[in-house]
């Protein structure tokens, strides 16, 4: 700091370490003669009369160190006013390549270097203002008579005032400069908060006692607030779309702009967005009143929230006349810095004035309502108010506010197409699925089916339970690699492929290996299909396929890669039978990668069947699981229904990241009464006696009335095992749902319909027996095949 004449009055502790020279050496000189070096002699006295006339003056000099060189260095004089119209002028000087690697001084720095105003005054030991310029009454508002002579908490009240006559109390005992950064609201900002930071600097005599502490502020508000903004943006890039929850979404919004933002935060979605329904109009194209809204999110700084009007999941209708409603339709945000309650929201006070009444209660002064716009379409409304901050909202924070809601309006686009495939998977999944599953005389059956949580999406899980010939019955669990609605569409053929397979009676492990090459050949279609730049979607799958016979008590058993079943037999022993796991469908290994178990079940045994989501967890092993299974199976007493919801109240609580299937069969026996086999030579005669023996055991069963197109479908069948078959034929008749006629014969070819001609004689059997027959085929047996044919109750006989 120089006098009027320049001569140096004070110095720093900062000064001595930029040009060598300490107080003792400078103060009571000629700065000029100090500093300036020979040849800028008569250019520092043109500067200093520059400096009188202009007030201050600022630009490149070169300064003599003590030690004789010379410093580049950008120079800035101020000019400091103080009682009785005395002046000071201080000198400020930047070196950039001393101060480039310095943080703490930046914002002072970069002000002198881009000579914008900085606010100056220097305080005696007492902490009494003695000297300030111009520019700080520009800062705090604070005229510089009424600063003069006083200390700061007399000019600046509050804690703001003690926390920086500390940092200078510091500051005056340490001779150290320090840093420190504080609120302020200029008189040109009206009511916005403007921060600064100040550089505090001890200034010495020429014995280096301490004369006073000077103090440099410079304005950095859009600093700090582009640094808050990074940070908002940075935090709502981790706490918006955590989930696919699109309520959770909105909430999330909310929770992150209160108090960061606003005082005040409310998401209303259009009513229709939480459900995955269709979505508002396009922006621009909408008329009539506008839609209504749901409050996904809420977010207040008030502790007593609840007496406010807002309630979370609560239907918002929009005043047509209202600045909602005009966001709604134009999609344009809207900036309300100071709310007039009649003025902008005078239709929805009149409409609603009980709950206008409380908004005005709780003091919102200022207002911002943003539209959540996704795919040309709005999505709902974000709203911010503050009451307890009292400034008002501003541009800049409009602009924030529009980026933390795109950012949240594409997190919950992304939730609602996902829910949206979601449901449309879960549609498709459960009309593929059965809706109620029957047994027959073999089995009664139970199932359950629980989809996989949001996160994961629905998976390809399906079971399915078939009648086949002879009162038998299939069992199906099955389980296609992935999720969502390509998972569910795959599932599908699947499942039909299964049922056609079923139709013509293949064992189990034959089953599977068509169903292998069925998979195989939609994993070669998409590979065909396949966009060139992307990777072809493969098809995966497991499957459990059961076939009990009701008669023989057996059941025939492959998997191929599936979980194995679970047997309970009647007293509630549970076991894991040891059978070949199979491969994976898809692999395309043949018949050979697959193999057949037949165990026989005692009647009333429980079969099993489950997909892997049921046993499997990441946080156990899969023993775990079964173990766990094993045990809710383990109650003889239950009913099936009950076994089914025991099974499914050990799953963890959390939600579930696959599908989880079920399928509970207890086993039954057919009685010797409704069922009658004979066995027959391999002779033509055989063909009477068969029929004879067929229509005596009708009437036995007062079956009077099918006895002609029996003796029909008997001749024909039997007739075909003596020409073709080498060995015994045996009859059987099966009365249960239908009436089954089996004939067994020693030949494995299958029998095919032909087309005769007019004159041919032979090759109408067949045509007969499907004219006489409910339904008729043929199926494989250990020593030969079967054909069997089925024939309707009436009414009056089931009812017997």
């Not at 955590?242 to 933002?261: C, F, N």
């Not at 495939?421 to 059965?434: C, F, G, I, K, N």
């Not at 669990?477 to 795959?490: K, R």
């Not at 395309?588 to 026989?600: D, P, Q, T």
């Amino acid at each position: 700091m120089i006098d009027a004449s320049g001569t140096v009055v004070g110095w720093t502790h900062a000064a001595e370490q930029l040009v060598g020279y300490s107080a003792r050496e400078v103060v009571g000189r000629s700065a000029a003669q100090v500093l300036a070096s020979a040849e800028d002699g008569v250019r520092a006295q043109v500067h200093g009369e520059q400096c009188r006339a202009r007030g201050g003056w600022s630009g490149p000099v070169a300064v003599r160190h003590r030690e004789g060189h010379e410093l580049k260095m950008t120079l800035r004089v101020s000019l400091l006013r103080g009682q009785d119209a005395g002046t000071r002028w201080l000198v400020s000087v930047t070196d950039i390549g001393t101060l480039s690697s310095e943080t703490t001084h930046e914002p002072l720095r970069d002000s002198l270097l881009a000579h914008t105003p900085i606010g100056i005054v220097v305080r005696d030991p007492q902490l009494r203002c003695t000297w300030v310029n111009d520019a700080m009454e520009l800062c705090d508002g604070v005229p510089r008579d009424r600063r003069l002579g006083s200390r700061l908490k007399d000019s600046l009240p509050g804690f703001e005032a003690e926390a920086l006559e500390a940092v200078m109390q510091q500051v005056l005992e340490s001779g150290t400069t320090m840093v420190h950064e504080y609120r302020a609201w200029p008189p040109t900002a009206q009511r916005r908060e403007h921060v600064f930071s100040a550089s505090y600097f001890c200034l010495q005599d020429a014995d280096g006692e301490p004369l006073g502490v000077c103090s440099m502020s410079v304005d950095v508000t859009g600093n700090r607030r582009a640094r808050e903004r990074l940070a908002i943006l940075s935090e709502a890039s981790t706490r918006i779309g955590s989930t696919l929850d699109i309520m959770q979404t909105g909430q999330e919004l909310a929770d992150l702009t209160v108090p960061l933002l606003a005082d005040h935060a409310l998401v209303d979605l259009v009513e229709s967005v939480p459900f995955a329904l269709q979505s508002s109009a396009r922006i621009g194209t909408a008329n009539g009143r506008p839609p209504a809204l749901r409050r996904a999110g809420l977010a207040s700084v008030d502790l007593g929230i609840l007496e406010l009007p807002w309630a979370r999941e609560e239907v918002i209708h929009v005043h047509p006349a209202s600045p909602f409603a005009d966001v709604l339709r134009t999609g344009m945000s809207r900036l309300i810095p100071v709310l007039d309650m009649e003025a902008h929201l005078g239709p929805w006070v009149h409409h609603d004035p009980e709950r206008a009444k409380k908004v005005r209660d709780s003091g919102v002064h200022s207002l911002m309502v943003v539209p959540i716009r996704a795919r040309r379409c709005v999505l709902g409304l974000a709203l911010f108010g503050r009451s307890a901050e009292q400034a008002p909202f501003q541009e800049d924070d409009l602009l924030l506010a529009e980026e933390l809601v795109t950012r949240a309006a594409l997190s919950l686009d992304n939730a609602l197409q996902y829910a949206r495939e979601r449901s449309a998977a879960l549609t498709l999944q459960r009309d593929l699925l059965p809706l109620r599953v029957r047994g027959g005389v073999a089995v009664e059956v139970a199932s359950r089916y629980v989809p996989a949580d949001m996160d994961h999406g629905v998976g390809g899980d399906w079971f399915d339970v078939i009648a086949l010939s002879g009162a038998r019955v299939a069992l199906v669990v099955g389980d296609v690699v992935g999720h969502g609605i390509n998972a569910a569409a795959t599932m599908g053929r699947l499942r039909t492929a299964v049922r056609t397979l079923a139709d013509i009676d293949l064992p189990p492990d034959e089953l599977l290996a068509h169903l292998d090459d069925t998979v195989r050949r939609l994993n070669d279609e998409n590979e065909d299909d396949a966009d060139p730049d992307q990777a072809p979607a493969v098809v995966g799958a497991t499957c459990l396929y059961a076939v009990y016979d009701p008669v023989t008590r057996r059941c025939t058993m492959a998997r191929a890669g599936h979980p194995p079943p679970a047997i309970i037999d009647p007293q509630g022993h549970v076991t894991f039978p040891d059978m070949p796991a199979g491969a994976p469908l898809g692999l395309g290994l043949g018949v050979l990668a697959f193999e057949s178990v037949a165990l026989e079940l005692p009647e009333g045994s429980v079969l099993a069947l489950y997909s892997d989501g049921l046993v499997e967890s990441r946080d156990h092993d899969l023993d775990v699981g079964m173990n766990r299974l094993g045990a809710a199976l383990a109650h003889p007493g239950s009913s099936l229904q009950e076994l089914c919801s025991q099974v499914i109240e050990t799953l963890p609580t959390q939600a579930q990241p696959d599908d989880v299937t079920l399928l509970l069969a207890r086993t039954r026996a057919l009685e010797p009464t409704p069922i009658a086999s004979w066995e027959l030579p391999n002779e033509p005669a055989a063909v009477c006696t068969a029929r004879h023996l067929a229509t005596r055991q009708l009437r036995e069963w007062a079956l009077e009335h099918l006895v002609i197109p029996v003796e029909q479908i008997v001749s024909e069948l039997v007739t075909n095992a003596i020409r073709y078959g080498g060995g015994p034929v045996r009859l059987r008749l099966i009365q249960h749902q239908v009436l089954t006629c089996e004939v067994f014969d020693t030949n494995t070819g299958h029998p095919r319909p032909r087309h005769p001609r007019t004159l041919d004689e032979n090759g109408r059997g067949l045509h007969l027996v499907a004219q006489l027959s409910r339904r008729w085929g043929s199926r494989s047996a250990a020593d030969g095949k079967v054909v069997w044919a089925e024939q309707d109750l009436l009414p009056k006989a089931v009812a017997r």
